[in-house]
T-cell receptor, first 114, second 115 residues
Framework: DAGVTQSPTHLIKTRGQQVTLRCSPK?????VSWYQQALGQGPQFIFQ???????QRGNFPDRFSGHQFPNYSSELNVNALLLGDSALYLC?????????????FGPGTRLLVL | GQNIDQPTEMTATEGAIVQINCTYQ??????LFWYQQHAGEAPTFLSY????GLEEKGRFSSFLSRSKGYSYLLLKELQMKDSASYLC????????????????FGAGTRLAVHP
Protein backbone atom coordinates (compact mmCIF):
# COMPACT_ATOMS: atom_id res chain seq x y z
CA ASP A 1 0.00 0.00 0.00
CA ALA A 2 1.76 3.15 -1.23
CA GLY A 3 1.90 5.91 1.34
CA VAL A 4 2.07 9.64 0.72
CA THR A 5 5.10 10.59 -1.36
CA GLN A 6 6.67 14.00 -1.90
CA SER A 7 9.39 15.35 -4.14
CA PRO A 8 11.99 16.64 -3.97
CA THR A 9 13.23 15.78 -0.48
CA HIS A 10 15.44 18.84 -0.23
CA LEU A 11 15.67 22.08 -2.15
CA ILE A 12 17.84 25.19 -1.97
CA LYS A 13 16.64 28.43 -3.56
CA THR A 14 17.54 32.11 -3.36
CA ARG A 15 15.29 35.01 -2.44
CA GLY A 16 12.92 36.06 -5.20
CA GLN A 17 12.92 32.70 -6.93
CA GLN A 18 9.93 30.45 -7.43
CA VAL A 19 9.57 26.83 -6.31
CA THR A 20 7.22 23.92 -7.08
CA LEU A 21 6.77 21.03 -4.67
CA ARG A 22 4.94 17.83 -5.54
CA CYS A 23 2.81 15.34 -3.64
CA SER A 24 1.15 12.02 -4.45
CA PRO A 25 -1.53 10.99 -1.96
CA LYS A 26 -1.86 7.64 -0.27
CA UNK A 27 -3.47 5.00 -2.45
CA UNK A 28 -7.25 5.43 -2.40
CA UNK A 29 -7.14 9.00 -1.08
CA UNK A 30 -8.45 11.95 -3.05
CA UNK A 31 -7.89 14.96 -0.77
CA VAL A 32 -4.57 16.71 -0.31
CA SER A 33 -3.69 19.29 2.35
CA TRP A 34 -0.45 21.25 2.51
CA TYR A 35 1.25 22.39 5.72
CA GLN A 36 4.34 24.48 6.49
CA GLN A 37 6.46 23.47 9.48
CA ALA A 38 9.11 25.90 10.66
CA LEU A 39 11.96 24.56 12.76
CA GLY A 40 10.79 23.75 16.28
CA GLN A 41 7.15 24.51 15.49
CA GLY A 42 4.06 22.50 14.66
CA PRO A 43 2.74 22.32 11.09
CA GLN A 44 0.60 25.25 9.91
CA PHE A 45 -2.23 24.69 7.44
CA ILE A 46 -1.69 26.31 4.03
CA PHE A 47 -4.62 24.98 1.97
CA GLN A 48 -6.53 21.89 0.93
CA UNK A 49 -7.45 20.50 -2.48
CA UNK A 50 -10.40 18.26 -3.29
CA UNK A 51 -11.84 17.53 -6.72
CA UNK A 52 -9.15 19.73 -8.25
CA UNK A 53 -10.32 22.81 -6.34
CA UNK A 54 -8.87 24.74 -3.43
CA UNK A 55 -11.48 24.32 -0.70
CA GLN A 56 -10.00 26.11 2.26
CA ARG A 57 -7.00 28.31 2.90
CA GLY A 58 -4.97 29.15 5.98
CA ASN A 59 -3.33 32.46 6.77
CA PHE A 60 -0.83 32.45 3.92
CA PRO A 61 -0.31 35.12 1.22
CA ASP A 62 -1.22 34.72 -2.42
CA ARG A 63 2.42 33.91 -3.17
CA PHE A 64 1.41 30.42 -2.11
CA SER A 65 -0.71 28.67 -4.72
CA GLY A 66 -1.48 25.12 -5.65
CA HIS A 67 -3.04 22.73 -8.02
CA GLN A 68 -4.58 19.26 -7.95
CA PHE A 69 -4.51 16.97 -10.94
CA PRO A 70 -7.14 14.43 -12.07
CA ASN A 71 -5.03 11.61 -10.55
CA TYR A 72 -5.32 13.45 -7.16
CA SER A 73 -1.64 14.39 -7.01
CA SER A 74 -0.94 17.98 -6.10
CA GLU A 75 1.60 20.76 -6.47
CA LEU A 76 2.44 23.62 -4.14
CA ASN A 77 3.94 26.72 -5.78
CA VAL A 78 5.61 29.54 -3.90
CA ASN A 79 6.55 32.72 -5.76
CA ALA A 80 8.93 35.52 -4.79
CA LEU A 81 10.60 33.42 -2.10
CA LEU A 82 11.50 35.06 1.19
CA LEU A 83 14.03 33.90 3.78
CA GLY A 84 11.10 33.18 6.09
CA ASP A 85 9.74 30.60 3.66
CA SER A 86 12.52 28.24 4.73
CA ALA A 87 10.69 25.31 6.32
CA LEU A 88 9.59 21.70 5.98
CA TYR A 89 6.60 21.51 3.65
CA LEU A 90 4.31 18.61 4.44
CA CYS A 91 1.59 17.11 2.33
CA UNK A 92 -1.22 15.15 3.99
CA UNK A 93 -3.82 13.04 2.27
CA UNK A 94 -7.25 11.88 3.35
CA UNK A 95 -10.34 10.33 1.84
CA UNK A 96 -13.48 11.80 0.40
CA UNK A 97 -13.02 15.34 1.58
CA UNK A 98 -15.05 14.58 4.65
CA UNK A 99 -14.20 16.29 7.91
CA UNK A 100 -14.08 13.04 9.87
CA UNK A 101 -11.19 11.45 8.06
CA UNK A 102 -7.67 11.08 9.47
CA UNK A 103 -4.89 12.80 7.57
CA UNK A 104 -1.72 10.88 6.71
CA PHE A 105 1.48 12.79 6.12
CA GLY A 106 4.25 12.44 3.59
CA PRO A 107 7.96 12.75 4.46
CA GLY A 108 8.04 16.41 3.47
CA THR A 109 10.21 18.67 1.36
CA ARG A 110 12.80 20.69 3.23
CA LEU A 111 13.18 24.09 1.56
CA LEU A 112 16.07 26.41 2.34
CA VAL A 113 15.93 29.96 1.00
CA LEU A 114 19.25 31.82 0.94
CA GLY B 1 -8.88 32.56 18.47
CA GLN B 2 -7.01 29.33 18.24
CA ASN B 3 -4.41 28.28 20.79
CA ILE B 4 -2.89 24.90 21.56
CA ASP B 5 -0.35 24.53 24.37
CA GLN B 6 2.01 21.66 25.08
CA PRO B 7 5.23 21.46 27.11
CA THR B 8 8.27 22.12 24.96
CA GLU B 9 10.47 19.31 26.25
CA MET B 10 10.22 16.27 28.51
CA THR B 11 12.66 13.58 29.56
CA ALA B 12 11.94 10.08 30.83
CA THR B 13 13.67 6.80 31.54
CA GLU B 14 13.43 3.65 29.46
CA GLY B 15 10.68 1.38 30.80
CA ALA B 16 8.88 4.20 32.60
CA ILE B 17 5.54 5.91 31.91
CA VAL B 18 5.23 9.49 30.64
CA GLN B 19 2.20 11.74 30.23
CA ILE B 20 2.25 14.57 27.68
CA ASN B 21 -0.44 17.19 28.26
CA CYS B 22 -2.19 19.40 25.73
CA THR B 23 -4.61 22.23 26.41
CA TYR B 24 -6.54 23.93 23.66
CA GLN B 25 -8.77 26.91 22.98
CA UNK B 26 -10.28 26.76 19.53
CA UNK B 27 -13.30 28.05 17.68
CA UNK B 28 -15.37 24.92 17.95
CA UNK B 29 -14.14 21.36 18.25
CA UNK B 30 -14.43 18.29 16.04
CA UNK B 31 -11.72 15.99 17.27
CA LEU B 32 -8.20 15.91 18.68
CA PHE B 33 -5.27 14.04 17.16
CA TRP B 34 -1.86 12.99 18.42
CA TYR B 35 0.98 12.52 15.96
CA GLN B 36 4.54 11.29 16.52
CA GLN B 37 7.34 12.93 14.54
CA HIS B 38 10.92 11.71 14.54
CA ALA B 39 13.52 14.29 13.57
CA GLY B 40 13.46 14.94 9.84
CA GLU B 41 10.54 12.60 9.22
CA ALA B 42 6.81 12.85 8.58
CA PRO B 43 4.31 13.02 11.43
CA THR B 44 2.71 9.61 11.93
CA PHE B 45 -0.80 9.21 13.28
CA LEU B 46 -1.05 7.86 16.85
CA SER B 47 -4.57 8.49 18.14
CA TYR B 48 -7.86 10.31 17.72
CA UNK B 49 -10.38 11.42 20.35
CA UNK B 50 -13.69 13.12 19.67
CA UNK B 51 -15.65 12.05 22.77
CA UNK B 52 -14.60 12.41 26.40
CA GLY B 53 -12.64 9.55 27.85
CA LEU B 54 -9.69 7.31 27.30
CA GLU B 55 -8.68 5.61 24.04
CA GLU B 56 -6.13 2.84 24.44
CA LYS B 57 -3.95 1.47 21.67
CA GLY B 58 -1.16 -0.82 22.85
CA ARG B 59 1.48 1.14 24.77
CA PHE B 60 -0.19 4.43 23.87
CA SER B 61 -3.36 5.90 25.38
CA SER B 62 -5.00 9.26 24.82
CA PHE B 63 -7.50 11.05 27.03
CA LEU B 64 -9.87 13.89 26.24
CA SER B 65 -11.96 16.26 28.35
CA ARG B 66 -13.88 18.62 26.08
CA SER B 67 -15.27 20.70 28.94
CA LYS B 68 -11.75 21.42 30.17
CA GLY B 69 -10.16 21.78 26.73
CA TYR B 70 -7.61 19.20 27.80
CA SER B 71 -6.01 16.05 26.45
CA TYR B 72 -3.07 13.90 27.35
CA LEU B 73 -1.04 11.21 25.64
CA LEU B 74 0.20 8.43 27.89
CA LEU B 75 3.16 6.34 26.82
CA LYS B 76 3.87 3.18 28.80
CA GLU B 77 6.94 0.92 28.90
CA LEU B 78 9.01 3.58 27.22
CA GLN B 79 11.55 2.50 24.63
CA MET B 80 14.48 4.41 23.21
CA LYS B 81 12.70 4.58 19.86
CA ASP B 82 9.94 6.64 21.51
CA SER B 83 12.34 9.62 21.55
CA ALA B 84 10.55 11.99 19.19
CA SER B 85 8.32 15.05 19.04
CA TYR B 86 4.66 14.53 19.89
CA LEU B 87 2.21 16.86 18.19
CA CYS B 88 -1.27 17.63 19.50
CA UNK B 89 -3.67 18.80 16.79
CA UNK B 90 -7.28 19.96 16.96
CA UNK B 91 -9.82 19.90 14.17
CA UNK B 92 -12.22 22.85 14.40
CA UNK B 93 -15.93 22.18 14.19
CA UNK B 94 -17.56 22.03 10.79
CA UNK B 95 -19.23 25.42 11.18
CA UNK B 96 -15.78 26.96 11.56
CA UNK B 97 -13.90 24.95 8.96
CA UNK B 98 -16.71 24.81 6.47
CA UNK B 99 -16.99 21.09 7.08
CA UNK B 100 -13.52 20.56 5.71
CA UNK B 101 -10.66 18.55 7.14
CA UNK B 102 -8.19 21.08 8.58
CA UNK B 103 -5.89 20.59 11.58
CA UNK B 104 -4.48 23.17 13.97
CA PHE B 105 -1.25 21.98 15.57
CA GLY B 106 0.54 22.79 18.78
CA ALA B 107 4.28 23.40 18.66
CA GLY B 108 4.99 19.84 19.76
CA THR B 109 6.63 18.24 22.79
CA ARG B 110 10.14 16.89 22.31
CA LEU B 111 10.51 13.71 24.38
CA ALA B 112 13.94 12.30 25.19
CA VAL B 113 14.06 8.74 26.55
CA HIS B 114 17.24 7.84 28.45
CA PRO B 115 18.56 4.38 29.37
Amino acid sequence: DAGVTQSPTHLIKTRGQQVTLRCSPKSGHDTVSWYQQALGQGPQFIFQYYEEEERQRGNFPDRFSGHQFPNYSSELNVNALLLGDSALYLCASSLGGRAQETQYFGPGTRLLVL
Amino acid sequence: GQNIDQPTEMTATEGAIVQINCTYQTSGFNGLFWYQQHAGEAPTFLSYNVLDGLEEKGRFSSFLSRSKGYSYLLLKELQMKDSASYLCAVRPSAWVSGGYNKLIFGAGTRLAVHP
